[in-house]
């Protein structure tokens, strides 16, 4: 299949794009030089706008470099891109799925595109069917499956035919756990079996943690390559894990630390405990200061620690301390329940998709809701903000019973959606101006919310640049800018980071929990597992049904069973243990149903 010589390799590679906004030229890629072996599995790495995807696109001919030399499969890809592209897939981050097509004319769409014959076709959808467990939904309109189900659906099509150099542009964004696993085995086995050479970008460093090489790129350019274990050494012996105070939520203490910029490089929550890395040079009293004098055990460095060590020790200043976006404190009593949810149903049809679900919600908590895709807590979350009804149970939130009076529940809820939902013709100014007016903020009012929320999340520099414009990591500060523009009592976020690179993470997290130490209640949902460590109380729901409710510790010791043991799980198994558990039970309760009963 694939050429002796290496997949992919590329000598300093330059990309510039010129923004209408500013006439100015933008080095996405300034002097990449690279090479990739075949047969093996290689991961792009690096923050929002780090050239990651401008890089897949040129390996897939789909763009030229401006400077430089790239040769992909020993073709040189400038010079006859299509004959690159007879040899290769490539499944871009937006996938062109036909939603009103059925699994199996997808696929044979993509067949046809792609010149496979009918004899190769049953040998090839017989082994993708195998591969991704569609077999069973073949005449299902794509439009209807769950998006880990759309995304492995996305990759069979994908591979309709059998190409020498896979292409794959983070292509697990807003997958759950459990279907980003099974994603990944698919991916795997082709290495395994077939000795595809597969090149990923990823936001996720636990998956790079997989591949048998890792570039990291910055502002277009190439910070460090090599094995996980090479980029692991970069924070070798400065990782530590230390518990909170008592009653002391972990998010405050990683916010005390990463606060503490001149002595940490990074931190995270972890399993009820805050994960850091500290600086080489950091004293031991002022850490100590920092921990509350709570116990620091040394832990092996991660992949992610890495990466982050090296983006921290790069970066010429910190930038603004996110600390200070903070909204007015929200007024009233902290143990006040402002969200209140009793026996709640939705149905579409026939279909249950949300089956009496209960629970409540206190005035500054964040409160997360996280499930597989199709588990029934997108409909959960859109009944919450009033943007779909419910069809039984009752719903209060800010006071206001939602299934009579929703557009009063508006005034007090500002919503940050899953996809960006601002005008991408329209400036920064542009859009806070037409959202601050849909608020019904007007004059003086509103001139001051925007300076406001400007400053906040720094976003004066770009005032005048169209919304559509902006990097990923600002696109989204200006949809929390704008969901703050009226400063809620409760704000709803879908999926908010959903893409995000792991520094953008942390800088929006900072963001997150200063608000909720303002007295602004915070309900999430995410696919992110280490993000519901964030969280004073999370839920678990599948098939519409609630599987776990309770705070990050409650949820991991219900996973456990109970059994400590000294034992440490991180949320993301304890969400697949919960998850596989409970359709394990499900599929033994209907095996023991009488035949021909109900289901």
Request: charged letters at 25%; a neutral charge.
């Amino acid at each position: 299949m694939s050429s002796t010589g290496p997949a992919v390799a590329g000598r300093s590679l330059h990309k510039r794009f010129t923004l209408k906004s500013s006439k100015q030229p933008v080095h996405a890629l300034a002097g990449v030089s690279l090479d990739i072996p075949a047969g093996t599995l290689t991961a792009l790495v690096g923050p929002d706008g780090a050239g990651k995807t401008t890089l897949l696109r040129l390996m897939a001919g789909l763009m030229r470099a401006d400077e430089g030399e790239l040769r992909v499969l020993g073709i040189d890809v400038s010079a006859d891109p299509q004959a690159v592209q007879d040899r290769i897939s490539y499944m871009p981050q937006r996938f062109g799925l036909y939603d009103d097509l059925s699994v199996q004319e997808n696929l044979d769409l993509y067949a046809d595109l792609h010149g496979v014959s009918k004899d190769k076709r049953r040998e090839r959808y017989a082994r993708l069917m195998e591969m991704t467990d569609l077999g069973r939904f073949t005449d299902r309109p794509a439009g209807k499956l769950s998006g880990g189900m759309k995304q492995k659906l996305g990759l069979a099509c994908t591979l309709v035919r059998s190409p020498d150099l896979l292409l794959l542009d983070e292509p697990t964004v807003g997958v759950d756990p459990l279907s980003r696993r099974e994603l990944w085995q698919i991916v795997q086995q082709l290495v395994n079996d077939e000795k595809l050479s597969v090149i990923v970008s990823t936001a996720y460093l636990d998956e790079a943690e997989r591949c048998s090489h890792v570039f990291v790129l910055r502002e277009g350019k190439l910070l460090a390559e090599g094995a996980p274990a090479e980029i692991r050494d970069h924070a070798q012996g400065l990782c530590f894990i230390a518990a909170p105070p008592q009653g002391e939520p972990p998010r405050l203490m990683q916010a005390r630390l990463l606060d503490a910029r001149q002595d940490i490089i990074d931190a995270v929550p972890q399993g009820g405990e805050v994960h850091f890395i500290r600086r080489p040079d950091t004293d031991d009293a002022a850490l100590a200061t920092l921990l509350a004098d709570a116990h620091a055990e040394p832990v092996p460095p991660r992949l992610e620690d890495g990466f982050m060590t090296l983006l921290r020790t790069q970066q010429a200043s910190a930038p603004n301390n996110p600390a200070a976006a903070t909204t007015i404190a929200a007024k009233g009593d902290p143990d006040e329940v402002v969200i209140e949810v009793k026996d709640l149903v939705r149905r579409f049809g026939d279909f249950v998709a949300v089956a009496s679900t209960s629970f409540s919600v206190r005035r500054g908590e964040i409160f997360g809701l996280l499930g597989p895709n199709g588990a029934g807590k997108t409909t959960t979350f859109r009944m919450l903000c009033g943007l779909l009804p419910a069809s039984g149970g009752q719903l209060r939130v800010a006071g206001v019973d939602l299934r009579h009076a929703r557009a009063q529940a508006r005034q007090r809820i500002g919503y940050v959606s899953q996809k960006f939902a601002l005008y991408g013709n329209l400036s920064v100014r542009e859009n806070l101006s037409f959202f601050g007016g849909a608020y019904g903020l007007r004059g003086q009012r509103l001139r001051d919310r925007m300076d406001t929320v400007l400053r906040q999340f720094d976003l004066e520099r770009e005032i005048d640049t169209p919304s559509g414009q902006l990097p990923g990591g600002y696109r989204q500060r200006l949809a929390m800018a704008t969901g703050l523009l009226h400063e809620p009592e409760i704000l709803f976020l879908d999926e908010p980071t959903s893409g995000a690179d792991p520094l953008a993470r942390r800088e929006f997290w900072r963001r997150i929990t200063a608000l909720a130490e303002g007295g602004t209640t915070i309900v999430i949902t995410t696919h992110f597992m280490e993000e519901a460590e964030y969280c004073d109380r999370i839920v678990i729901q599948d098939a519409g049904k609630v599987l776990a409710i309770g705070t990050p510790q409650e949820v991991r010791m219900q996973a456990l069973d109970g059994e400590v043991s000294g034992k440490r799980i991180d949320m993301e198994q304890a969400f697949i243990d919960i998850v596989e558990k409970a359709r394990r039970k499900g599929k033994e309760a209907a095996a023991k149903q009488p035949e021909g009963a109900l289901a």
